[in-house]
């Protein structure tokens, strides 16, 4: 069907669907598919190659769970406190929040308590998540898993959602919408949806035992996220929830902007800084509640530096595996090819690629002295490289202090965050640059590493004022609870 490779089309059926389906499908919103998180509409719907692997993606999930069900049914006491902070489990972060950093300190020093609720989002494996302890000194909570009955009323959830699919398909004479939803229905059985069916029953029993006033909830457009919206909102009817906008965003972050049914949006939605927050203003017209809350990538340092810079790329990954080794193919090569060049990857904390992408990695490391990839970094790993390439990461704007010019490589799923910031007659004498290949990057990066715009607008200070203005302090005021 054409409309499901036109990024723009596919995205105003998508949102569409809500309305003409929400009452006959009840569950729609919880299904994956209703969330275009890409400007390329042909990742959304993979070929039919991949159904079967969908299907024991999901098998494996429904077994795991089964395994881990939870035989202990004694209800746990109630939980209080005055914010209820949402995001998405890593497995390496057991400290300060992630997403948030030291974001409870500014509420305490409001004089109000916050509960760091962390969610399992489909990664790593949903056995590490289950295995986890609450942290009760740094108020860290893990949703425990479900009963052996409740895993049961899961799957047959998913099995009346395919039920309610196949009769809206018969019943619907529009033949886009109908391909449409049977193109849907072929991938309910995954994995991920699998994972947003048990969330919502796990989501069901904590905010029923726990009556809290205010969510604030990360926001980057995964469906995870507007379950927890409607749930919250339909358990708790004078709770609030507010999205709190962590990531990079451009024009096209479709799940961003769509105006869903009304358990679905959130109350407010806060934003890292005001680039996020003009981009906000432009895009939604049907909420007024949008205000900068600051983010703990600000990078404040008022001194000019001097950085001792080395012969060294960064290769900052994010998302999904396919980008992730587009760019450590990449980054082996340039390694290979120029032995002069420290070449390192860096891979977000929240990625998972399995043990056998380890052992290969450590054996790559041992015949490449100049290769690296792990998911640890520090100042000197930022301020002693010269170029960062990558698709769509934050770190790309939250380091610019540190002189490290930004290597955008284009790519049909991802949209460059600092797009504003590149001269597009001609991107190389921009201080912010892209590149379409290998040949573009090994160019850029055997030219003048100090090579800076004439143009103002595309100069190494805008790009700074940029990253300053994107990631701003945390400013968290009395305000913040006014609409209580």
């Known amino acids: 069907m054409r409309s499901l490779f036109d990024a723009n089309r596919l995205n105003s059926e998508l949102s569409n669907a809500f309305i003409d389906f929400e009452k006959r499908i009840p569950n729609l919103y919880k299904v994956s598919e209703l969330y275009l998180d890409t400007n390329d509409p042909t990742k959304k719907f993979k070929s039919e190659f991949f159904l079967l ?10 077994l795991i769970t089964l395994l881990k069900s939870n035989f202990n049914l004694e209800p746990r006491s109630e939980i209080k406190g005055d914010v ?10 057991k400290g300060n929040n992630f997403f948030f950093g030291d974001i409870q300190n500014h509420f305490h020093n409001l004089k109000k308590t916050t509960v760091d609720l962390r969610i399992f989002n489909g990664v790593p494996p949903i056995s590490d998540y289950l295995g986890e302890k609450d942290n009760l000194g740094l108020n860290v909570l893990y949703l425990p898993s479900l009963s052996l009955n409740e895993n049961i009323l899961v799957f047959k959830e998913l099995l009346k959602t395919f039920k309610d699919f196949s009769i809206a398909i018969k019943e619907e004479k529009d033949p886009i919408k109908k391909e449409l939803l049977r193109s849907i229905k072929k991938r309910l059985f995954s994995r991920t949806n699998f994972f947003n069916f048990y969330l919502s029953a796990q989501l069901d029993n904590f905010i029923k035992e726990n009556k809290f006033k205010y969510a604030l909830v990360t926001f ?7 379950i927890f919206c409607k749930k919250f909102k339909s358990l708790n009817k004078t709770g609030r929830v507010a999205f709190y906008q962590h990531a990079p965003i451009t024009e096209k972050s479709y799940s961003l902007f769509n105006k869903y049914p009304k358990l679905l949006n959130p109350d407010h939605i806060y934003c890292s800084g005001k680039g996020p927050h003009s981009i906000f203003l432009n895009k939604i017209s049907f909420l007024s509640n949008i205000h900068i809350l600051g983010s703990r990538k600000n990078i404040q340092d008022s001194q000019k530096r001097n950085f001792n810079k080395e012969e ?12 992730i080794f587009i760019l450590y193919k990449i980054a082996l090569r340039l390694a290979f090819q120029e032995r002069k060049i420290k070449v390192k990857v860096l891979l977000h904390p929240a990625v998972y690629l399995g043990l056998s992408f380890k052992f290969l990695n450590v054996a790559l490391e041992f015949f490449l002295s100049n290769f690296k990839c792990d998911s640890v970094s520090d100042e000197n790993t930022f301020s002693k490289s010269k170029f960062m390439v990558y698709f769509s990461s934050s770190l790309a704007i939250e ?4 002189d490290i010019r930004p290597i955008h490589l284009t790519n049909s799923s991802n949209n460059n965050p600092l797009s504003i910031l590149v001269d597009k007659e001609n991107p190389n004498l921009s201080w912010c640059t892209e590149a379409n290949d290998f040949k573009d990057i090994l160019n850029i990066i055997n030219s003048e590493v100090n090579l800076d715009s004439k143009v103002e607008k595309y100069s190494k200070q805008n790009a700074k004022i940029f990253s300053q203005e994107y990631f701003e302090p945390f400013q968290i005021t009395k305000e913040f609870f006014s609409d209580y």
């Open 53 to 62: 692997r969908r299907f024991f993606g999901f098998l494996k999930a429904f």
């Open 84 to 93: 209820l902070l949402v995001s998405p489990y890593i497995n390496k972060i």
């Open 220 to 226: 980057d457009g995964s469906p995870w996220e507007r």
């Open 312 to 323: 060294s790329v960064l290769f900052i990954t994010q998302g999904s595996s396919r980008d």
């Open 399 to 402: 380091k610019m202090f540190y």
